[in-house]
């Protein structure tokens, strides 16, 4: 990981607790500053008490309870703030399906990352929006 990285901000959506736990480990170990929701509508509103800019991304399970992954990219891309509809939000899923893939550019997501988590996968990913 570059220093360029080092501290920087990203929220992790999760709402399996061992899933959260890993990826935040992950990422911490890596050098980001984590924050957590365990589920979509926590992801909405963490987001949306942020400054501006505070978060350099968002990695958002795709298949939650109360609120899913891709409903709460919906939401979050429709707030009337300058970051929502750029920040890059990240699916995380255990599914590669071409069809899912579709379905997850068109709720606003920006890339996927497949779980589990590796260091190398989430660095590839987060330096193409850098």
Do not use: H, Q, W
Not at 29 to 54: D, K, L, P
Not at 69 to 96: F, H, N, Q, S, Y
């Amino acid at each position: 990981m570059t220093e360029a990285l080092s501290g920087r901000k990203i929220l992790v959506v999760e709402d399996v607790p061992i899933n959260l736990k890993i990826a935040a480990f992950l990422l911490e170990n890596m050098g980001f500053v984590v924050t957590t929701a365990g589920n979509g509508a926590e992801a909405v509103e963490v987001f949306s008490r942020s400054a501006e800019g505070e978060y350099t991304a968002i990695f958002m399970d795709v298949m939650m309870p109360v609120l899913d992954g891709l409903e709460a990219t919906k939401i979050i891309r429709k707030m009337d703030r300058a970051d929502a509809a750029k920040i890059p939000i990240v699916a995380v899923t255990a599914d590669a399906l071409e069809e899912e893939r579709g379905t997850i550019v068109s709720a606003g997501m920006n890339g996927c990352l497949l779980k589990p988590l590796t260091e190398e996968a989430v660095n590839n990913e987060i330096m193409k929006y850098l």
